[in-house]
Structures are given as C-alpha cells and as structure tokens.
DNA sequence: GTCTATACTTCGATAGAC
DNA sequence: GTCTATCGAAGTATAGAC
C-alpha cells in the first residue's frame, strides 16, 4: 500500500518547532500551530490527538536526530572535544532548532527533561573518552555550553569572546605539569 | 504618620518568588498566589492591581538584593573572582530565590531579561579588574555559571565535579607563559 | 483593607458536517 | 482528511458588599 509520506504531520511539527523557539519558552498554544502550519486545530488534532501526542511528536524527532550526532561526535577525525566546540557547525542545523524547543518543553514534560540530561551525559562522556582527562572534558564542555549560551539568548558573542582553541591549549600545557 | 511596615505586601512577594521556583518555569497564576500568601486573590489584586504590577514587584527586591551583591563582590577581600566562585555562599540566599524566579519572568516580561543580561555584565567586570584576565574571567565565569546550572537543574552537582580552585590555579599557571 | 461574585478571555478538546 | 461549532476548564480582572 503506497502512502504518500504524509507531509502535513511534518509541517506541523516544522510549526510547533519555530513557534516553540519563537516564544522563548512561553506558551505556544494548538491555535497558533494550526495557524501557521495552514491547517485548522480540528485538522492538527486529527494529526495529534491531543497537546501530549504532538510533544511527543516533537521529542521523537529530538531522539533521532540527536542519535545521529552523537554518531558523529564519537567518529569525529578531529576528535570529540573539537567537534563540540565547533559552535559555527551546529548553529542553524534542524538539530539545534529542534534541540532548543526540546528545551522549552522540558518544562512541563519530564521526558524532555530527561532526553536533555541524558544528552549532556553523553556529550560528557564521549568528550571524556576523547580528552582522557574528567577535568577538563568538563572545563571545555562548560566553557562551549556557556558560549553557546550566550550566543544563542542574548543573540549575540559576550564581550569578550572567548577563544576555545587556544583555551584548550592553554589547559591541555597544563596536563604534563600535574 | 508612622504605618506598619505592611508585611502583607511582602508575604505576598514571598509567596510569588516560591512559586516561581517551583514551577520551575510554567505559569504561576493569581489564585496560586493568593492561595500560598494567605489571603484571596481580590485581596491580591488590592494591593498589586494586575499581573503586571505584581512582576514589576518582585524586579524591584531583585534590583535591590543585586545592588547589594555587586557591592559585597567588589570588596570581597578574597577577589571577585572567588567571591563569586563560592556557590555555597549563594545557595539557599534570598538573593539566589529571588534570581531563580527573576529567570522564569525573563521569558515574558523583556524589563526582567535586561536585568539578567546587565548582572552577567556587571558579573564579568568586577571578575576581569579582579582576574586582569578578560579570557581567564570569562572562562571562569562560564565554568561556574555551568556548574551552578547543573547543580540547579539537575539537583546534584555533574559527575565528576570541577574543583574550581584547582581550576583557576592551573590556568593562573599559565599566564607566565604567554 | 479584604472578601465574594461574576464578567471576560483564552486554551484544549469533542462532535459532527462536509 | 479537514473544517465549523461549541463545550468546559482555567486565567485575569472588575464591581461592589462588608
């Protein structure tokens, strides 16, 4: 039975993504997703059963999404630690979009919250294994998720910006002095 | 005309800011509010007269607590930079309550995200003329901005935790080098 | 100064037409 | 499969009694 792959979940979801970025973690209601994925509430409703289905929806995508980049991360030539520092690369990929409204649900939805605790788990990890040294895997990835934070809410790199290359080289001269 | 120091008022705020927290982000309403002050929310809506008022209320003890803290940092004889290192000093503070739920305003209310962004600023001066480092100050900022966010959010602080101290020595100990 | 009662609005969800 | 119409719950705000 061919099916068209049906495209109109799809839009929605793309909807419920940029509204749930666009409110910045305020409410984003069915009205407003039906709205601008050009269909009515009854229709998205009869997509998403309900506002939990189209949560799910949404932290489904997350999953797999993530997934893959953690593929990535762990086949990185570069190295791991490098791969997640590279702010430049993941910044406006589906992944971030869909990775920022995962936060805004988390919230009010204790899966979101654990996908994203389970994601800083392995990010932690894989760097880990990468830099062979807990301290400062957890340095770099502090220092990157800062960054990144202040660049992804206040829109704009802090004053100064900090240079996480040549911050990594300065705590990796100091791993032979231990 | 002496009058009471209206604690009604306060009892209100109170109850506000513990909400705020433990919502952990989702809508706070009135009758909540209310409900946790001890008093209804006509009662409420006599003393703040609409949600608005009542947000502005709560921005206003934050300024103030700020205020204070700035000043504590800059004379903190240990440096800003330790100062500000000392979560435990911060942890379970009034003004760490009154943050929390200033943060959970930031995303609707844009008075309460300005005076987010301007404490981080004032944060990294006082850190830099501490540190004479702006890469070291902002490294440090952001290592303890993560690990106060982790131990926030999570309830526990990341496995393995980052002896900040240590930290700072390792990369103090790079400054010659440059 | 504080409470009760209620009006108005918004949101999620259901029923049923097409 | 998508839309219209509408319900019920929850939220903010107002009016007026006490």
Redesign the interface.
Known sequence: MAQHRTSARESILDAFVDLLIES????VTLDEVAKRAGVTKGGLLYHFGSRKVLDTGLLDRFEQLANEDYARMEAAPEGAATYYAKLADYIGTDLERVCIATGMLA??DARAADLV?QM?TIH?NLMNADLGD??LA??T???V???YYDLAT?GEP?T?E??VA??LS??L??KS?R
């Open positions: 910045n973690g305020a409410g919230k009010r605790r800083r932690f807990p301290m957890r340095a990835m502090l220092i998720d800062g960054m206040i802090f100064p900090l240079d040549a911050f300065r705590m001269a100091t002095g």
